[in-house]
């Protein structure tokens, strides 16, 4: 770094492509947190709601394993939506010891108010980029994740959310 980058405060761009990943990626977590925070929810309470929406009956331990953490991590989370009015557990069809996660018609409209946030949000984010480029650097972008293993739509942030804590910090017990 030259005298006049550290006189003026900017540094060089890294080059690295793992650097930048990291770099947009923390940026737009961050970003999308933001947007999400006058609704009340978190970047981890979105996955969950689109997650049930999308397989309407699933039990919180399901849930859990699609999300890549443990069942007992999530049922704050859950209870916290619950008390909220945004999801409901019903027993399941096929289990009597579990229950069975669905969306309420408030969590629905709250789903497709986070769509909406996310559809902004994602083209906030690459404003700068054609149509064209949008579509190339996603498939690269897919090619990726699928190499590392990441389980497709599912943020690796999950397994960080900590014991009998939902995102909000609130604590609660519940079935699974």
Same mark, same amino acid.
């Given at each position: ?10 540094? &060089? @761009? ?7 990943? +990291? ?14 925070? &006058? ?33 007992? @991590?999530? !049922? ?8 909220? =009015? ?7 069809? %096929? ?11 408030? =969590? ?7 769509? +909406?946030? +996310? ?19 996603? +498939?690269?972008?897919? @090619? !990726?994740? %699928? ?5 497709? =739509? !599912?943020?690796?942030?999950? @397994?960080?959310?900590?014991?009998? %804590? ?7 017990? =519940?079935?699974?």
């Amino acid at each position: 770094m030259s005298k006049s980058d550290m006189a003026t405060g900017e540094f &060089p @761009r890294n080059g690295s492509a793992a650097f930048l990943l +990291a770099q947009l990626g923390a940026y737009a977590s961050g970003q999308f947190a933001k947007r999400l925070e &006058p609704l009340g929810f978190t970047p981890a309470h979105a996955g969950i709601f689109r997650i049930i929406a999308a397989i309407p009956g699933l039990s919180q331990q399901e849930l859990a394993a699609k999300l890549g953490m443990y069942a007992s @991590r999530l !049922v704050a989370v859950i209870d916290d939506l619950e008390r909220r =009015g945004f999801i409901e557990r019903q027993p399941s069809n %096929t289990d009597r010891r579990l229950y069975a996660l669905h969306l309420t018609k408030a =969590g629905r409209e709250q789903l497709a108010a986070i769509g +909406a946030i +996310a559809r902004e949000h994602g083209r906030d984010l690459l404003d700068g980029l054609s149509e064209e480029e949008r579509s190339t650097l996603t +498939a690269l972008l897919e @090619r !990726v994740a %699928t190499k590392q293993g990441l389980q497709e =739509g !599912v943020h690796p942030g999950y @397994r960080n959310l900590s014991e009998g %804590t939902s995102p909000k910090g609130s604590r609660g017990k =519940g079935k699974t």
